[in-house]
C-alpha cells in the first residue's frame, strides 16, 4: 500500500498548489462546467487555468496512455485522484461526450492510428464531441435507425437525421451510427463513423425544451462526404461498438446526483417548526427518497467493487440507470413540493432564473435519454430474470 | 464500503446456505406448525446450531465461542430467513449476546455467554409492550426493594419468551415513560414468584409471549448495564438486532422473489407463458431492483456493526427501513403474481408473506425509522 499512501500525498500537495480557489465550489449551474472544444469561451480565467494544469497532468482522463494524453493511473490510483479532488470539491476540469463516451470506444475498438489521432485532442479539450444516435423513427427502438452511408468508393455519403443529439450545435465532431446494409436483421448493416461537423451538407437546429433550454438538436446530413478512414471498428460492427457504449452511458446518467441532500433544501426553504419539517407527510417522503438514495449509493459501489477491474456491469447497469434516473425524478418533485409557492419562479434573480424549476424539467428526461426506464426493465427481464419472450 | 464479501465470509454463507436448506426448510416449519408444537421450534436443531458455532458466532472466545461479528451473524440470519426457519438465533445468539458482551458484568458473562455458545440456554428480550415499537415509552416498573428491586407491570411481543431460561427485562426505574432516560435493564427468571407468561403463536407460526410482572423481586446484582442508562445498552441491542433482522428479511424477501419469478416461469394462460407478459415482467424487473438496493442495505448495517462506525445506529435503521418496505412489496407482489394459488395454505407464499409481516414489525416498522431518521438528520 506505500506507493498509493505516497500517490495520495502527492496528489493531495499538487492540488493544493494547483487548483484555483474559485474552482473549489461544486457547479452552481449548467453553465459552469468546462466543455471545451474549438468555439469554447472560458467563463474565467481560474477556469482555463484549471483546465490548463489538469491537462498537463493528464487528468482530464486519468486512466487513458499517457501517449493518449492521459495519465496512465490504475483504478487505485484514479479512486484516490478522485477522492482527494472531492474532498477539496474541485471542479470537474473538462466535461466531455469524447471523454465518458467516444473515448472508451475508440480504446476497445479504434485501430492504433485513430487513438492517436482523436484522443489527444480530447483530452486537451481542443474538439468537442456530439453523439449522433436516436432519430425521428429510432427513439427506445434504437437498432431500427435508417440514416445511410453509402460506399463511394474512397469515401462514404451520408444521408439521414438525428435527433436528441446533445449540444450538436456546439460540437467540432460527431461520432455517429449509420446504416451501410439494409440486407440483414435491424441490429446488422449498423456502422460506426467519425466526422467533422463543419463538413458540407451537416445543419444542427437546436430544440426548445419544455425547461425553456436547448440542450439537445436535430441534426441534418445531406451528402456529407466521410473519409473511408473514419469508420471505427469492422463495417457492420456498430451495434456492438453502441451497445458498449449505452453501457457507459448509463452507468454516467445512473450516477448523476442531486447536488445538495434533499432535505437539507426542504430544511431551507420551508423551515423547521420544533426542529421538524412542518409537514408531516411530506417530511415521511423525504425521510424515504434520503434512505433510498443513501442504499442506491452503497448499489452502486458495491456493483462497482464487484465488477472486475476493466469488466462491465452488463444488464446490472440498466438497473442502476432505471432505479437512478427515477429517484432523481422523485427528488426533483420533492424539492418542488419543498419549495411551494417559490419554486414555480422562472424569471426572476431571486430564483436564479427559475434554477428549481428548470431542473426539475430536465430530470423527466432522465428516464427516456439512454433507453426508457420501460427498455431498461426489458434488459432487467431478459438479461436477468430470464423471463421468456422479453 | 466496499460491500464486497471476504473468502471466510463467502465459506460461511454457502455452509450456512447448505446447513439451513438440509436440516430447516420450509417443510420443517410446516411441521411444527401442523403438529403443534409444544415449543414451536425444534430444540435439536438449536443444538446442531451451537456444534455449527452459530449460537456462540457474538460469543468471545473464551467464553466459549466463536466471535465471528456481525457481518456473519447477519449471512447467518438471511440464510434462516431464506428457509422461513424458527429457532432461538435472534433472541438469544444475538440480542442477549450483545447485551451480554457489551454490557455484562464479569460475573454476568461468565454466567451465561458459555452456556448461549452451547445452545444451553434460551434468553429472551422483553421490551415491547404491545402496540407499536417504542423503547422510550417504557412503562413497567422496578422500584428499590431491599438490596434489589420489585417489578411490576406488562411486556408483549418477547421473542421466545415462553421457552426463555432468562428474561433481559426494560423497566424504568426514574423518569416517566417518553424519557430516554430512567431504564435499566435487568435479568429475570421467568420462574420467580410474580412472573406470569403466556405463549403468543403469531401469524407467522412463530413464537412469542406476553410476560406480566406482579412485584417481582429480583436481587441487585440482576441489574444489567448501568442503572438509569439502560438506552445506552439497548441502543447496541437493538442496532444488532435491526440490523439481523434486516438480514433475515433480506433472505425472506429475496426468496420470496425467487419463488414468483419461478412461478411466472411456469404458469400458462391464455396459452402463454404468464411470464411473457411485460405487466407483470416489468413488476419483477422493479422488484429486483429494489432487492439490489435491500442488499447494500444489509451489508452497509453489518459492515458498520463490526467496525464500530460512528453511524451505525443510522445505517441499522435506514436498513430496517428500506427491508421492511421492500420486503412487504416482495410478499405483496408475490401472492398477486401467484393468483388464486396464491392464497392457498398449500403454496409457501402465503407463508414468507407472513413473516415479513412480523419481522417488518419487529424493533420498528418503516415508518417509525423514517420518524426517526429525520429526526436524527434534524429536519
Same mark, same amino acid.
Given at each position: 500500500?506505500?506507493?498509493?499512501?505516497?500517490?495520495?500525498?502527492?496528489?493531495?500537495?499538487?492540488?493544493?498548489?494547483?487548483?484555483?480557489?474559485?474552482?473549489?465550489?461544486?457547479?452552481?449551474?449548467?453553465?459552469?462546467?468546462?466543455?471545451?472544444?474549438? $468555439?469554447?469561451?472560458?467563463?474565467?480565467?481560474?477556469?482555463?487555468?484549471?483546465?490548463?494544469?489538469?491537462?498537463?497532468?493528464?487528468?482530464?482522463?486519468?486512466?487513458?496512455?499517457?501517449?493518449?494524453?492521459?495519465? +496512465?493511473?490504475?483504478?487505485?490510483?484514479?479512486?484516490?485522484?478522485?477522492?482527494?479532488?472531492?474532498?477539496?470539491?474541485?471542479?470537474?476540469?473538462?466535461?466531455?461526450?469524447?471523454?465518458?463516451?467516444?473515448?472508451? %470506444? @475508440?480504446?476497445?475498438? +479504434?485501430?492504433?492510428?485513430?487513438?492517436?489521432?482523436?484522443?489527444?485532442?480530447?483530452?486537451?479539450?481542443?474538439?468537442?464531441?456530439?453523439?449522433?444516435?436516436?432519430?425521428?423513427?429510432?427513439?427506445?427502438?434504437?437498432?431500427?435507425?435508417?440514416?445511410?452511408?453509402?460506399?463511394?468508393?474512397?469515401?462514404?455519403?451520408?444521408?439521414?437525421?438525428?435527433?436528441?443529439?446533445?449540444?450538436?450545435?456546439?460540437?467540432?465532431?460527431?461520432?455517429?451510427?449509420?446504416?451501410?446494409?439494409?440486407?440483414?436483421?435491424?441490429?446488422?448493416?449498423?456502422?460506426?463513423?467519425?466526422?467533422?461537423?463543419?463538413?458540407? !451538407? /451537416?445543419?444542427?437546429?437546436?430544440?426548445?425544451?419544455?425547461?425553456?433550454?436547448?440542450?439537445?438538436?436535430?441534426?441534418?446530413?445531406? &451528402?456529407?462526404?466521410?473519409?473511408?478512414?473514419?469508420?471505427?471498428?469492422?463495417?457492420?460492427?456498430?451495434?456492438?461498438?453502441?451497445?458498449?457504449?449505452?453501457?457507459?452511458?448509463?452507468?454516467?446518467? *445512473? =450516477?448523476?446526483?442531486?447536488?445538495?441532500?434533499?432535505?437539507? /433544501?426542504?430544511?431551507?426553504?420551508?423551515?423547521?417548526?420544533? !426542529?421538524?419539517?412542518?409537514?408531516?407527510?411530506?417530511?415521511?417522503?423525504?425521510?424515504?427518497?434520503?434512505?433510498?438514495?443513501?442504499?442506491?449509493?452503497?448499489?452502486?459501489?458495491?456493483?462497482?467493487?464487484?465488477?472486475?477491474?476493466?469488466?462491465?456491469?452488463? %444488464?446490472?447497469?440498466?438497473?442502476?440507470?432505471?432505479?437512478?434516473?427515477?429517484?432523481?425524478?422523485?427528488?426533483?418533485?420533492?424539492?418542488?413540493?419543498?419549495?411551494?409557492?417559490? *419554486?414555480?419562479?422562472?424569471?426572476?434573480?431571486?430564483?436564479?432564473?427559475?434554477?428549481?424549476?428548470?431542473?426539475?424539467?430536465?430530470?423527466?428526461?432522465?428516464?427516456?435519454?439512454? +433507453?426508457?426506464?420501460?427498455?431498461?426493465? &426489458?434488459?432487467?427481464?431478459?438479461?436477468?430474470?430470464? @423471463?421468456?419472450?422479453? | 464500503?466496499?460491500? /464486497?464479501?471476504?473468502?471466510?465470509?463467502?465459506?460461511?454463507?454457502?455452509?450456512?446456505?447448505?446447513?439451513?436448506?438440509?436440516?430447516?426448510?420450509?417443510?420443517?416449519?410446516?411441521?411444527?406448525?401442523?403438529?403443534?408444537?409444544?415449543? *414451536?421450534?425444534?430444540?435439536?436443531?438449536?443444538?446442531?446450531?451451537?456444534?455449527?458455532?452459530?449460537?456462540?458466532?457474538?460469543?468471545?472466545? =473464551?467464553?466459549?465461542?466463536?466471535?465471528?461479528?456481525?457481518?456473519?451473524?447477519?449471512?447467518?440470519?438471511?440464510?434462516? !430467513?431464506?428457509?422461513?426457519?424458527?429457532?432461538?438465533?435472534?433472541?438469544?445468539?444475538?440480542?442477549?449476546?450483545?447485551?451480554?458482551? &457489551?454490557?455484562?458484568?464479569?460475573?454476568?458473562?461468565?454466567?451465561?455467554?458459555?452456556?448461549?455458545?452451547?445452545?444451553?440456554?434460551?434468553?429472551?428480550?422483553?421490551?415491547?409492550?404491545?402496540?407499536?415499537? #417504542?423503547?422510550?415509552?417504557?412503562?413497567?416498573?422496578?422500584?428499590?426493594?431491599? $438490596?434489589?428491586?420489585?417489578?411490576?407491570?406488562?411486556?408483549?411481543?418477547?421473542?421466545? !419468551?415462553?421457552?426463555?431460561? %432468562?428474561?433481559?427485562?426494560?423497566?424504568?426505574?426514574?423518569?416517566?415513560?417518553?424519557?430516554?432516560?430512567?431504564?435499566?435493564?435487568?435479568?429475570?427468571?421467568?420462574?420467580?414468584?410474580?412472573?406470569?407468561?403466556?405463549?403468543?403463536?403469531?401469524?407467522?407460526?412463530? #413464537? %412469542?409471549?406476553?410476560?406480566?410482572?406482579?412485584?417481582?423481586?429480583?436481587?441487585?446484582?440482576?441489574?444489567?448495564?448501568?442503572?438509569?442508562?439502560?438506552?445506552?445498552?439497548?441502543?447496541?441491542?437493538?442496532?444488532?438486532?435491526?440490523?439481523?433482522?434486516?438480514?433475515? @428479511?433480506?433472505?425472506?424477501?429475496?426468496?420470496?422473489?425467487?419463488?414468483?419469478?419461478?412461478?411466472?416461469?411456469?404458469?400458462?394462460?391464455?396459452?402463454?407463458?404468464?411470464?411473457?407478459?411485460?405487466?407483470?415482467?416489468?413488476?419483477?424487473?422493479?422488484?429486483?431492483?429494489?432487492?439490489?438496493?435491500?442488499?447494500?442495505?444489509?451489508?452497509?448495517?453489518?459492515?458498520?456493526?463490526?467496525? $464500530?462506525?460512528?453511524?451505525?445506529?443510522?445505517?441499522?435503521?435506514?436498513?430496517?427501513?428500506?427491508?421492511?418496505?421492500?420486503?412487504?412489496?416482495?410478499?405483496?407482489?408475490?401472492?398477486?403474481?401467484?393468483?388464486? /394459488?396464491?392464497?392457498?395454505?398449500?403454496?409457501?407464499?402465503?407463508?414468507?408473506?407472513?413473516?415479513?409481516?412480523?419481522?417488518?414489525?419487529?424493533?420498528?416498522?418503516?415508518?417509525?425509522?423514517?420518524?426517526?431518521?429525520?429526526?436524527?438528520? $434534524?429536519?
Amino acid at each position: 500500500m506505500g506507493h498509493l499512501d505516497d500517490f495520495r500525498a502527492e496528489t493531495r500537495a499538487w492540488l493544493e498548489e494547483n487548483c484555483p480557489e474559485s474552482m473549489r465550489t461544486p457547479f452552481s449551474n449548467d453553465g459552469d462546467a468546462c466543455w471545451g472544444g474549438r $468555439n469554447w469561451t472560458f467563463a474565467s480565467d481560474d477556469q482555463k487555468i484549471w483546465l490548463e494544469r489538469c491537462v498537463a497532468k493528464g487528468y482530464t482522463a486519468p486512466t487513458w496512455d499517457e501517449k493518449y494524453g492521459g495519465a +496512465g493511473l490504475d483504478r487505485a490510483q484514479e479512486r484516490i485522484l478522485r477522492q482527494e479532488m472531492k474532498r477539496i470539491n474541485a471542479r470537474l476540469p473538462l466535461s466531455s461526450f469524447g471523454i465518458w463516451m467516444l473515448g472508451p %470506444a @475508440l480504446l476497445k475498438f +479504434g485501430s492504433e492510428e485513430q487513438k492517436l489521432k482523436y484522443l489527444p485532442p480530447i483530452t486537451r479539450g481542443e474538439i468537442r464531441w456530439c453523439q449522433g444516435y436516436s432519430e425521428p423513427a429510432a427513439g427506445s427502438d434504437l437498432a431500427s435507425l435508417a440514416t445511410k452511408a453509402e460506399d463511394k468508393g474512397d469515401h462514404f455519403l451520408v444521408n439521414g437525421q438525428k435527433v436528441w443529439t446533445s449540444y450538436a450545435d456546439k460540437a467540432d465532431w460527431i461520432f455517429c451510427l449509420v446504416r451501410t446494409d439494409n440486407s440483414g436483421t435491424k441490429h446488422q448493416g449498423i456502422s460506426f463513423v467519425l466526422f467533422d461537423m463543419e463538413s458540407e !451538407g /451537416v445543419e444542427a437546429r437546436p430544440i426548445k425544451l419544455i425547461s425553456g433550454r436547448s440542450p439537445f438538436c436535430e441534426t441534418f446530413f445531406e &451528402n456529407v462526404k466521410v473519409p473511408k478512414e473514419n469508420l471505427v471498428g469492422e463495417l457492420g460492427q456498430g451495434w456492438t461498438i453502441a451497445k458498449y457504449l449505452l453501457t457507459h452511458e448509463r452507468e454516467m446518467i *445512473g =450516477e448523476m446526483e442531486a447536488p445538495r441532500p434533499l432535505s437539507e /433544501v426542504a430544511a431551507q426553504t420551508m423551515g423547521l417548526v420544533d !426542529g421538524k419539517l412542518p409537514d408531516s407527510l411530506l417530511r415521511g417522503k423525504i425521510a424515504e427518497a434520503e434512505i433510498d438514495d443513501w442504499a442506491f449509493k452503497m448499489t452502486m459501489g458495491r456493483l462497482l467493487s464487484e465488477a472486475k477491474a476493466g469488466m462491465s456491469l452488463g %444488464a446490472k447497469s440498466s438497473m442502476l440507470k432505471y432505479y437512478g434516473t427515477e429517484l432523481n425524478k422523485r427528488r426533483l418533485e420533492l424539492m418542488m413540493d419543498a419549495a411551494g409557492q417559490d *419554486g414555480l419562479e422562472w424569471e426572476s434573480d431571486r430564483s436564479n432564473d427559475g434554477q428549481l424549476a428548470r431542473s426539475w424539467l430536465r430530470t423527466k428526461g432522465n428516464s427516456i435519454e439512454g +433507453g426508457t426506464s420501460e427498455v431498461q426493465l &426489458n434488459i432487467i427481464s431478459k438479461h436477468i430474470l430470464q @423471463l421468456p419472450g422479453a | 464500503m466496499g460491500l /464486497v464479501l471476504n473468502e471466510d465470509e463467502v465459506m460461511l454463507r454457502e455452509s450456512a446456505e447448505g446447513f439451513f436448506a438440509d436440516k430447516a426448510p420450509v417443510t420443517e416449519l410446516r411441521k411444527l406448525r401442523d403438529g403443534n408444537d409444544e415449543t *414451536g421450534f425444534s430444540r435439536e436443531l438449536w443444538k446442531e446450531m451451537a456444534d455449527m458455532g452459530f449460537a456462540g458466532i457474538l460469543v468471545p472466545e =473464551e467464553h466459549g465461542g466463536v466471535d465471528m461479528g456481525y457481518m456473519a451473524a447477519g449471512l447467518v440470519a438471511e440464510q434462516m !430467513g431464506r428457509n422461513l426457519t424458527a429457532s432461538p438465533f435472534l433472541s438469544t445468539a444475538i440480542l442477549a449476546a450483545t447485551a451480554l458482551r &457489551n454490557s455484562g458484568t464479569p460475573e454476568q458473562q461468565a454466567a451465561w455467554l458459555p452456556k448461549i455458545a452451547a445452545g444451553d440456554v434460551i434468553m429472551a428480550l422483553a421490551l415491547d409492550e404491545g402496540g407499536k415499537h #417504542n423503547p422510550r415509552g417504557t412503562t413497567v416498573t422496578a422500584k428499590p426493594s431491599g $438490596n434489589g428491586f420489585k417489578i411490576s407491570g406488562h411486556k408483549a411481543m418477547v421473542v421466545d !419468551g415462553h421457552v426463555a431460561d %432468562a428474561l433481559i427485562v426494560a423497566a424504568r426505574t426514574s423518569g416517566e415513560p417518553g424519557d430516554a432516560d430512567g431504564i435499566s435493564l435487568f435479568i429475570v427468571d421467568p420462574k420467580s414468584k410474580g412472573v406470569d407468561v403466556e405463549r403468543t403463536i403469531m401469524v407467522d407460526s412463530r #413464537n %412469542a409471549a406476553r410476560v406480566d410482572f406482579d412485584e417481582v423481586e429480583v436481587a441487585g446484582d440482576a441489574l444489567l448495564g448501568s442503572l438509569d442508562e439502560g438506552m445506552d445498552a439497548l441502543g447496541t441491542v437493538l442496532n444488532a438486532g435491526r440490523a439481523a433482522v434486516a438480514a433475515e @428479511l433480506l433472505g425472506t424477501s429475496d426468496q420470496a422473489f425467487q419463488i414468483t419469478v419461478d412461478y411466472l416461469k411456469e404458469r400458462k394462460q391464455f396459452g402463454k407463458i404468464i411470464g411473457e407478459f411485460q405487466a407483470l415482467q416489468h413488476r419483477a424487473s422493479h422488484l429486483y431492483s429494489e432487492m439490489e438496493l435491500c442488499r447494500s442495505a444489509v451489508l452497509a448495517a453489518l459492515t458498520a456493526m463490526d467496525a $464500530n462506525d460512528k453511524n451505525t445506529s443510522l445505517y441499522c435503521a435506514m436498513a430496517k427501513a428500506k427491508l421492511g418496505s421492500v420486503a412487504k412489496l416482495a410478499g405483496v407482489e408475490g401472492v398477486q403474481m401467484h393468483g388464486g /394459488v396464491g392464497m392457498t395454505d398449500e403454496y409457501d407464499i402465503g407463508l414468507y408473506l407472513k413473516r415479513i409481516r412480523v419481522a417488518q414489525e419487529l424493533f420498528g416498522d418503516a415508518h417509525y425509522h423514517m420518524d426517526q431518521i429525520a429526526s436524527a438528520m $434534524n429536519y
